[in-house]
């Protein structure tokens, strides 16, 4: 079965720093890989995804996301954070072979601390 | 103007009790959905429908019934209410199949079952 695999559930840096938020998947297929973040109170909105092309995705806020196919690997990077990037980030997968549906990981509560 | 907007935002009821949730998108899409959040913040589909057919019902008891009046609606019912309902429901949309296309999420309803 498919699943996605977070395996960080918090994760602290300072101010300043760079990020990395982990996430493997287990498909069979070629999936379509996702990002998104979940501000407190707040529903998920997305930073990027990966299906084809440059394994290296650009998103928005400036993050970025690395497609690692003999990893199955997609983490997410960012090189200095900022405190408003504090929020819970989610990895997702979609595959048109497991429906029309994404699965999503546990996520990883980001702290940010000055 | 807010894109995929849920009401009640907050919803606290007895066990036993049957209630709704309401969704509207306003974005032109042919796909809502809904997930479920638990405790652990675990985001699982629920249901997804598409031109106002179900395409997706993940297991989810009788006790939850979906209505789609229209493309643009999808609200959530829910029957004899127990303690296990208490979470967070997140109403989604997308234009085209749920695996592949940016999901909009709305903000979340948090229902909390006494």
């Known amino acids: 079965a498919q699943s996605v695999t977070q395996p960080d559930i918090h994760i602290t840096v300072s101010e300043g720093a760079s990020l990395e938020l982990r996430c493997n998947y287990s498909?069979?297929?070629?999936?379509?890989l996702f990002w998104y973040v979940q501000s407190p109170g707040q529903g998920l909105q997305l930073l990027l995804k990966?299906?084809?092309?440059?394994?290296l995705v650009q998103g928005i806020k400036g993050f970025e996301a690395e497609f690692k196919r003999s990893q199955s690997s997609f983490n997410l990077r960012k090189p200095s954070v900022h405190w408003s990037d504090a929020a819970e980030y989610f990895c997702?997968?979609?595959?048109?072979?497991?429906?029309?549906?994404?699965?999503f990981g546990a996520g990883t509560i980001l702290r940010v601390k000055s | 103007d807010t894109a995929v907007s849920q009401t009640p935002k907050y919803l606290v009821t007895q066990m036993g009790n049957d209630k709704s949730i309401k969704c509207e998108q306003n974005?032109?899409?042919?796909?809502m959905y809904w997930y479920k959040q638990d405790s652990k913040k675990f985001l699982k589909i629920m249901f997804s429908?598409?031109?106002?057919?179900?395409?997706i019902n993940e297991t989810v008891p009788n006790r939850f019934s979906p209505k789609s009046p229209d493309k643009a609606h999808l609200n959530l019912h829910i029957n004899s209410l127990e303690l296990g309902d208490s979470a967070v429901y997140f109403c989604?949309?997308?234009?085209?199949?749920?695996?592949?296309?940016?999901?909009?999420f709305g903000p979340g309803t948090r229902l909390t079952v006494l």
């Open positions: 974005l032109g899409h042919d796909t």
């Open positions: 429908y598409n031109n106002k057919e179900l395409i």
């Open positions: 498909y069979g297929a070629t999936p379509y």
């Open positions: 997702a997968v979609g595959a048109r072979e497991y429906g029309n549906k994404l699965v």
């Open positions: 990966y299906f084809s092309g440059d394994t």
């Open positions: 989604a949309s997308s234009q085209g199949d749920g695996f592949s296309n940016e999901q909009f």
